[in-house]
């Protein structure tokens, strides 16, 4: 279940639980916790990762604190016929080590999934963030695994490449 | 496509059926050896079979008498893809992250490898 601390994980590994309906990922950032922490806390800097490059991220209702709740947008770019989708929870709680936050997509209110991030030290200015999504059955874990299917696989490279270019990173 | 993997991730949301694929893997077993070891009638290990048919994870040959149980590995090459795919999308999203991150550390001076000054304010 759980990893020793050993292996490195510069990128993104994902594990789908076989026991219970929930997705595991493990990611290194060179940041620290309080800055990953405010990373997913912060209104402001949130809009600016979370989505994939087809949306534009719109916060509606924000209250980090603990029980307190999120409303935002994804806004499909390209003009005319551009969807909207919901996504709504709460934080149970909130600290600069662990995040408790609920999660839903609007038109599914009742299948509601938990998301814990936790972001340990790993010294060296680097942190790693283990993020544990529990859903409420398998076939919502899975079609939240399969909900990117029809995006296009490379767009998050396409996106990196404009970060390079404008020298981001 | 879809629907075929959600019937192959349905199908293994069973310990049983998560076994008895398990079992398969290291090669082709009657109905009868695949139930051995399990407590549960022939006819229940028959109702999982036909859950893994119908998902596309194993065949049964029509012409030998035994019927031996065969495991699709095309399925699980699939399901492979559709898990890598989602993993492609958050290391995406993380790479977005580590690029806004980075923006802060040059906004906030303290912060890079001071880690208890980065949240005052």
């Given at each position: ?6 292996p ?54 924000w ?21 909207e ?71 998050g ?13 | ?12 949301a ?13 090669g ?56 890598e ?37």
């Amino acid at each position: 279940m759980s990893t020793t601390a050993l292996p490195h994980h510069p990128q993104a590994e994902i594990t789908a639980d076989p026991d219970v309906p929930a997705i595991r990922i493990e990611r290194d950032f060179n940041a620290t916790a309080a800055q990953l922490s405010r990373a997913h806390l912060d209104p402001e800097i949130f809009v600016q990762w979370c989505g994939p490059d087809s949306v534009t991220v719109r916060v509606v209702e924000w209250d980090a604190r603990p029980l307190g709740s999120y409303r935002y947008l994804c806004v499909e770019k390209g003009g005319e016929g551009g969807g909207e989708h919901a996504f709504r929870g709460t934080f149970p709680h909130v600290s600069e080590n662990r995040i408790v936050q609920t999660f839903c997509y609007e038109p599914f209110p009742e299948s509601i999934s938990l998301e814990t991030m936790t972001f340990t030290d790993l010294g060296g200015g680097r942190t790693r963030l283990h993020a544990f999504s529990l859903c409420d059955s398998f076939e919502a874990r899975d079609q939240m695994l399969a909900s990117g299917m029809d995006t296009g696989v490379n767009e998050g490279y396409l996106k990196l490449d404009t970060l390079l270019a404008r020298g981001a990173l | 496509m879809t629907d075929a993997l959600s019937r192959a991730f349905s199908a293994l949301a069973d310990p049983t059926r998560r076994d008895m694929v398990a079992r398969l893997t290291e090669g082709d077993q009657t109905l009868s050896e695949l139930a051995e070891p399990y407590d549960v009638s022939l006819q229940a290990v028959s109702k999982h079979l036909k859950v893994l048919e119908t998902a596309g994870l194993v065949t049964r040959s029509r012409e030998a008498q035994r019927r031996p149980v065969h495991l699709e590995a095309d399925v699980f090459d699939l399901m492979t893809k559709w898990i890598e795919r989602y993993r492609d999308r958050a290391e995406a999203r993380y790479q977005r992250l580590d690029a806004v991150l980075a923006r802060l550390e040059d906004l906030d001076p303290d912060a890079p490898h001071d880690t208890h000054e980065g949240a005052a304010s």
